[in-house]
């Protein structure tokens, strides 16, 4: 599938977005773990999180679906049944590494399989650490990559630094840790995205924070199990905001989505570079704060991005780049290199496309200086099969001279149906509405030192 572009006339919209990814992958697997039903609102029904739902019911759980965002999911008290067949996970990493770390301590063992881009990502950062709990888990593909043989040992608890900041990896280990013997310990070494410790403590999971930058779950205990409503993705509202953010007078207001500040560096950056951004959330009920973000475009400048703000933004790094190509002077992203592993090199694909439109930038290894303001110009550009990388350049094309076309773009599927339909509300004029500010400023913030 292809995806055609245009010039965005001026933007001034009131949307949602979809429910949260790392949420919605998180939430399947601990109701499934729980001691009964439980409903989940705002799921997430892509690609990426049909994996994991389909993954739990080979296991032996009913997940039941009456539409296509809500799930009923009834949990066997951390019963699993040996799956009949091997799990496809697609082409999701999150499904692939949470469930090495949930089959590590089953009895039975089961096998993982990927598609060609997932089969090419690292697995050594979750083989590592499951093997020192004593797991049995083989990887069959070249260099610790899937497919994965996982299961059919018992499992001590560990106190583990992993030597990359990585949620997923903290995730793996700590449901890795719900069937082990004694405690596991996660310390990280910046922090990243805290969903599986919130989702935990939501579900009554004792968990422990013993000092600072780590995280402790005892094992066997079993989830309580309790209904939860999902917000909206802030790295799927990411593509909406610097949108607005880079038009002159741009305005757009999102509602209902996540504002966990291990996910929100997204909107400080947006700040120094200019734009006038607004949050106010509105709900925290649930441990997952929700709200609304504001944003007005202002003509915007370049910025430094690094150190700890990069795990919490590292989804937005594609987007970013493209503002940052928008912007006026140096745009610096650094010690980033996660970003080579991730869905592609996400690296040189946006520097491939970059060019491509006319951007000027230089690839670093572990990141990207990109000079603006650059003049782009509609072209062909590639997805590389990653989603990111997809709806990144079809907002480029919102700010370029003629038609951009983004190829392979079905694979935006896998975190954001519905984007093409809100790509057309951006380029329609006729179906803008009028929104009305509501809340008040954010103030800047300097960028963040390592
Ligand atoms: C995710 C964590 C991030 C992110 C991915 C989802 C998660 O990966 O890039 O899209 O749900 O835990 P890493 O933690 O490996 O950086």
Known sequence: MELRVKRAPRIDLEITVPGDKSISHRAVIIAALS???????????????MHTVNAMRALGIKIEQPEPTTLIVHGKKRVLSA??????????????????????????????VADAGLARRPMDRVIAPLSEMGANIVAEGPDQTAPLR???????????????????????????????????????????????????????????????????????????????????????????????????????????????DTRTALLGVLLRMGAQVREAVEDVDQLEPRGIVEVTGFPLKGTVIQGREVPRLIDELPILSVAGALANGRTVIRQAGELRVKETDRIAAIAHNLRTMGGQVGEL??????????????????????????????????????????????????????????????????RMQVSTPVIGSLTPTAPEQG
Not at 197 to 215: D, P, Q
Not at 403 to 416: H, L, M, W
Request: charged fraction near 20%; proline fraction near 5%.
């Open 150 to 260: 996982v299961g059919g040992a018992s499992l001590r608890g560990i106190h583990y630094r992993p030597s990359v900041a990585s949620a997923q990896v903290k995730g793996t280990l700590l449901l890795a840790g719900l069937f082990a013997r004694g405690k596991t310990t996660v310390e990280e070494l910046l922090p990243t995205r805290n969903h599986m410790e919130k989702m935990f403590n939501y579900f009554l999971v004792r968990t422990a924070t013993e000092e600072a930058g780590s995280v402790t779950v005892f094992g066997d205990q079993v989830p309580e199990s309790r209904d939860f409503a999902i917000p909206g993705d802030i790295s799927s509202a990411a593509f909406w905001l610097v949108a607005a953010a880079a038009q002159r007078r741009g305005h757009l207001l999102i509602r209902h989505v996540g504002l966990n």
């Open 83 to 112: 799956p009949k067949n091997e799990i496809n996970c697609g082409n999701s990493g999150t499904t692939m590494r949470l469930l090495a770390g949930l089959l590590a301590g089953q009895t039975f063992e089961s096998r993982l």
């Open 365 to 430: 290894n572990d990141g990207l200086e990109i000079s603006g303001p650059a003049p782009l110009r509609g072209a062909q550009v590639a997805s590389f099969g990653d989603h990111r990388i997809a709806m990144a350049f079809a907002i480029a094309g919102l700010f370029a001279e003629g038609e951009t076309v983004v190829q392979d773009a079905e694979c935006i599927r896998e975190s954001y149906p519905g984007f093409e339909t809100m790509l057309e509300e951006f380029t329609n004029p006729k």
């Open 35 to 49: 001691n009964g039903a439980c409903t989940l609102q705002g799921f997430l029904p892509s690609e990426d999180c």
